[in-house]
């Protein structure tokens, strides 16, 4: 039997060994922290078997540094021992649904999602603080004594002090939010599929710097473009002079298998470049397309004679064969022009055009204040300054995914991207699905917010999903998901003696009856399991009770897990005969060791293939 970690992935070893696979001879030891022998890297023999001539130290080279740079590779990488709490009271269509709302610091949220979610998202967009000089950013020193930051920041949330005040008068002010940034888009990239594309709002605070982090994490070759969108109609004195219009949406590939959808024609553009119905051509606007090729082209075409309907002779190269020609003209797709003598040229309708490439200059785009208007509607106040229109994230996922794509927004504020992803699914009756997470950032207590009753912005961004699917739903009658689960992190489920079990003889005997909090349920201990294990949280879940003891089952039997103390011969037997993929149980479910060999044993007869894992 394997026991589970009940860690997040630690990417560092991961990395590790990939290297290892690649050159062994560059693997060496070193000691952690607790003294224990580790793999490690001598990055010495690494860099000399990348190199083709000899390397003798550093040098300089083009590249994008700060002072904390390294601390933020360190803290990317590193593993927690948090975990996901189901939240079912704040959740919607629990049984059902196939959208996530997920509460608590998005760089353990990441983590906790590296297995579940590797190489699954489609889609990442996200709205992160700006850095002007009066938001707010994660400050990621967990490690900090509590007083000492408090001291030292001054805010305060539910999760224990992950924000601060970034001013300008800060030392570290743009060190400080390039490692609250790099380090998420560093583990969020993990997250997206091969075709995958992850768009970042930001202004002209951190757009050049911001370019460089994502040149150095997605790769500069990744650069799609640089979006440029009219965010304010009016026009303002915002800063020296300067009428401040605009903001920017980076966006790039994970790889080069990444392509954008035609957006549909403008109806501008149809008005401009297509005729007007005939009775020739009635079937909508037309307009004709040229089928010549021309003799300095290289592939050809094929020669032939065509006589007009006026009768004069054309003599030239063809993009089509003379078959294909024939039968556009019985289909009367063919314009030989006014007089009926011109060249014939292929005649296209509006309504079948694939579209058109999207330019990376955005003015028909809503504003913010279009943004501030969809909230006022939904809650009678705008609450927020400047939330994104859903307008501008519904032309991103028209780009960028197709029916059954996940779409991810780790910096989900007022959840703007979960109302454009309803809206976009109920306009084509899709079935794309979201993943929100955002952290309960406290609201301020003279705010209109909180004096509607809310106390933080998770209270908000669910509420809004709740409301937004509602309207959805009374507007366009769409049959579509419009629930949503909700997760909280929280610490492990396990107390400390399961993470260093060489203490256990300090321990007292109450200590010792469990390594599970007490607070604690067996549908806890079943989403910690899932996480390790690489299941979505989406996935369906049910729990029955054989012989008195409670077995919860995940996706049929890609997963069963019992955490009942002394657990049956005959319960084993029963849950063996499901054929799960894994199976997960205490260690207290086995009164002894030779009840434990007696399981394994049962597997190996009634289920071979089955993966047995204790707690």
């Known amino acids: 039997m394997n026991k589970l970690t009940m860690k997040s992935v630690d990417l560092t070893q991961v990395n590790i060994d990939k290297i290892a696979e690649l050159f062994p001879n560059v693997i060496t030891e070193a000691r952690d922290k607790q003294g224990k022998i580790k793999r490690a890297i001598d990055f ?59 509460e608590g610091d998005n760089l353990e949220v990441l983590k906790l999602l590296q297995e579940s979610y590797l190489n699954k998202i489609k889609c990442i967009y996200i709205d992160p603080p700006y850095n002007t000089g009066k938001d707010f950013i994660y400050k990621d020193d967990f490690k900090e004594p509590m007083d000492e930051y408090l001291e030292e920041s001054g805010q305060l949330d539910e999760v224990g002090n992950r924000l601060f005040q970034n001013t300008e008068s800060n030392g570290r002010f743009h060190s400080d939010w390039l490692s609250m940034i790099y380090t998420r888009l560093k583990i969020a990239r993990n997250l997206l599929k091969d075709d995958g594309v992850i768009f970042i709002s ?105 006589v007009t309907p006026g009768g004069k002779i054309h003599d030239r190269l063809w993009a089509y064969p003379e078959s294909g020609y024939k039968r556009l003209l019985k289909e009367g797709r063919v314009y030989f022009g006014k007089d009926l003598n011109g060249v014939p040229q292929r005649v296209i309708y509006a309504h079948e055009s694939k579209g058109q490439p999207t330019t990376n200059y955005w003015d ?10 969809e909230i ?89 999903i709740r409301r937004a699917a509602k309207k959805i739903k009374e507007e366009t009658g769409a049959d579509i998901d419009y629930g949503f689960r909700v997760y909280r992190v929280d610490s492990s489920n396990m107390k ?19 390594n599970i909090k007490e607070d604690r349920t067996g549908e806890d201990l079943l989403i910690q399991v899932m996480l390790e294990c690489g299941l979505e949280l989406s996935l369906p ?4 009770e054989i012989e008195g003891k409670i077995v919860h089952y995940v996706a049929g039997n890609s997963l069963i897990a019992c955490f009942d103390d002394e657990v049956s011969e005959t319960v084993i037997k029963k849950i063996a005969e499901d054929q799960p993929l894994r199976v997960v149980f205490r260690d207290s479910s086995f009164r002894d060791d030779s009840a434990r060999i007696n399981v394994e044993e049962l597997f190996k007869l009634l289920s071979p293939s089955t993966e047995i894992q204790v707690l």
């Not at 879940?541 to 029955?544: D, F, G, H, Q, T």
């Open 202 to 306: 930001v202004d002209e605070n951190e757009v050049s710097n911001l370019k460089k982090v994502c040149d150095e994490i997605f790769g500069q070759s990744n650069f799609i473009t640089t979006f440029m969108w009219k965010r304010k109609r009016e026009i303002s004195s915002d800063s020296k002079n300067v009428a401040i219009q605009g903001e920017y949406v980076l966006s790039y590939s994970k790889t080069d298998e990444f392509e954008f959808q035609a957006e549909p024609l403008s109806q501008d553009y149809i008005n401009n470049s297509y005729n007007e119905p005939t009775k020739e051509y009635p079937d909508g606007k037309w307009r004709p397309v040229p089928i010549t090729v021309s003799k300095g082209l290289s592939g050809g075409g094929y020669h032939y004679k065509i």
């Open 496 to 514: 400390d003696v399961y993470y260093t079990p060489d203490k256990l003889g300090q321990m007292n005997l109450d200590e010792m009856a469990s």
């Open 364 to 373: 028909n785009t809503s504003s913010n204040k279009e943004g501030k208007k």
């Open 541 to 544: 879940m049910e729990s029955k």
């Open 44 to 102: 010495d023999l690494l860099r000399q078997e990348l190199s083709d001539y000899i390397v003798e130290g550093e040098k300089e080279r083009y590249q994008l540094t700060w002072p904390g740079k390294k601390e933020a590779i360190l803290k990317a990488n590193s593993s927690i021992d948090k975990t996901l709490r189901p939240v079912k009271e704040d959740s919607v269509d629990w049984d059902t649904t196939q959208n996530l709302y997920i």
């Open 376 to 464: 006022l509607n939904l809650f009678g106040d705008s609450f927020f300054d400047t939330p994104k229109p859903t307008a501008l994230i519904e032309r991103l996922l028209k780009l960028a995914t197709k029916n059954g794509d996940l779409v991810l927004d780790f910096f989900s504020g007022s959840a703007t991207t979960a109302h454009a992803v309803m809206q976009l699914n109920a306009e084509e009756k899709g079935n794309r699905r979201f993943l929100m997470v955002q952290l309960p950032e406290d609201i301020n207590d003279t705010s209109e917010a909180y004096k509607a009753g809310y106390k933080n912005i998770c209270e908000i961004g669910k509420e809004r």
